[in-house]
Nanobody
Framework: QVQLVESGGGLVQPGGSMRLSCAAS????????MGWYRQAPGKVHELVAM???????DYVDSVKGRFTCSRDNAKNTITLQMNSLKPEDSAVYYC??????????WGQGTQVTVSS
């Protein structure tokens, strides 16, 4: 069993930056991949970034060049550095993990609001 706890989020002006963090506990050694999803009102739940361990990091096209996702295996954490934020980035952001046995875990979600 893996538990995910997110931190960060809040209100930021367009063009600003914000960093989200997620800490895994329980059985973090069993985690295969970790990433971030987001969902805005009236929009679909979409993948933002995914760390494919030992291979690559995948990003949705709309955030490429602005967001950076990284995983620290030693600390069992994953972060999402968000730069040049736009109003359309406003959403609830969720941390995600999938274990070696293909069981999914989700964080509680954190609100990110980009507005002037």
């Amino acid at each position: 069993q893996v538990q995910l706890v997110e931190s960060g989020g809040g209100l930021v002006q367009p063009g600003g930056s914000m960093r989200l963090s997620c800490a895994a506990s329980g059985s973090p050694s069993n985690i295969r991949h970790m990433g971030w999803y987001r969902q805005a009102p009236g929009k679909v739940h979409e993948l933002v970034a995914m760390v494919v361990i030992g291979v690559r990091i995948d990003y949705v096209d709309s955030v490429k060049g602005r967001f950076t996702c990284s995983r620290d295996n030693a600390k069992n954490t994953i972060t999402l550095q968000m730069n040049s934020l736009k109003p359309e980035d406003s959403a609830v952001y969720y941390c995600y993990a999938i274990t070696q046995s293909l069981r999914s875990s989700w964080g509680q979600g954190t609100q990110v609001t980009v507005s002037s």
